[in-house]
């Protein structure tokens, strides 16, 4: 018997049946190693995970651009849209996705992440939804990057929480609720929308001084001057594409305080939680 291989099937052999290898995979959710030339040494130890979209129309092409020589960028993971997991630079190594990025005091993303690029084609080319056997293979390889580097929740984050002026990814289609149910990432029940004072960009107002010291203490690059400026409205807007993603403006309402002060809240609490398991719960030394 005999029948027609489509040419949709005959990609997916040609990928199924190339296991070579030019390194180990660190997790065994991967389904492939492509490796890129694009890396370098760690400057620091691992403590974050930032999470991208690829923002091109065909994730192949997306994956070819990250292994190229000459493109500068990479990524230690890009999950496919159904679920299909390549790694493209091995997790010791420090990866290219956050270009110029900050976090708190952090200025160099790349050396503290690891990086994971998930196919869509992102807000230019129509944005649509991750499909769920996708999400279910961010959430197996988050899990597995967990046994591995000790990630505090609240430093599970979006490309446009590290460059806000710059980036929207993985945007507010991304499921961060689910992620956080399945043990991945910070996430509160956002504050419901209501009537209230609002500020937008140019207003000049001391609440404002007082959302700037709130976002900056989460990590959001920024100097509390009560004015609200580009960048203030950039991080407010990130702020809502992560955790109050029903309505990103860039305005400061009720609702994005108020979803701020609980997300700070439950960042402390966690981190007053892994302290007190770390007493309880010592690791071995040479975990
Ligand atoms: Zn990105």
Redesign the pocket.
Known sequence: MSRQISPREHEWFERMVVPVSQFPPDSFVVAEVRSSPNFGERKSKIDMLLL?YTGMPDAGAAVKYLCSVGTEVSAHYVVLEDGHVIQCVPEAYRAW?AGQSSWGAETDINSCSIGIEIANPGHDLGYPEFPRRQIAAVIALCRGIFTRHEIPPDRVLA?SDVAPGR?R?PGEKFPWRLLHESGIGLWVKPAPIVAGPIFALGDRDPAIEELQRLLARFGYGMSPSSYLDGTTRDAIAAFQRHFRPLKVDGVFDVSTLETLRSVLAARDQARAQATAEKVLYPQPVNS
């Open positions: 991208h996705h490309h980036k990814d």
